[in-house]
Nanobody, 130 residues
Framework: VQLQASGGGSVQAGGSLLLSCAASGRTFSSYVMGWFRQAPGKEREFVAAINRSGGSTYYADSVKGRFTISRDNAKNSVYLQMNGLKPEDTAVYFC????????????????????????WGKGTQVTVSS
């Protein structure tokens, strides 16, 4: 699976962005999908994940209520709608995929254990100015 993230940009605080991640291959629905981010000088951190069907999601506390993850299996794509952006959301955002995980919450849990996701896409820069 190849993943390509897009949609990043520069916005002012309080603004919105929609990130997209397009996946190649015909087995997209077999993967739990997630978004992660890495700010300068910091480790990559979990942001949000969605299960295979799209019926279950999980968020980091820092983005809960502001960000929404969704997927369209017919379009082999996963999205991250980001509202109420804050300067601390500034980071490079990555999408990831893993067929070995069972739930969105599991992706969040495993990310804390330095678990290596099966596939990563190249990141897209999000910059939020105050």
């Amino acid at each position: 699976v190849q993943l390509q993230a897009s949609g990043g940009g520069s916005v002012q605080a309080g603004g919105s962005l929609l990130l997209s991640c397009a996946a190649s291959g015909r087995t997209f629905s077999s993967y739990v999908m997630g978004w992660f981010r890495q700010a300068p000088g910091k480790e990559r951190e979990f942001v949000a994940a969605i299960n295979r069907s799209g019926g279950s999601t999980y968020y980091a506390d820092s983005v809960k209520g502001r960000f929404t993850i969704s997927r369209d299996n017919a379009k082999n794509s996963v999205y991250l709608q980001m509202n109420g952006l804050k300067p601390e959301d500034t980071a490079v955002y990555f999408c990831g995929a893993d067929s070995r995980l069972a739930t969105a919450q599991q992706m969040a849990t495993m990310s804390k254990l330095n678990y290596g996701l099966e596939y990563w896409g190249k990141g897209t820069q999000v910059t939020v100015s105050s």
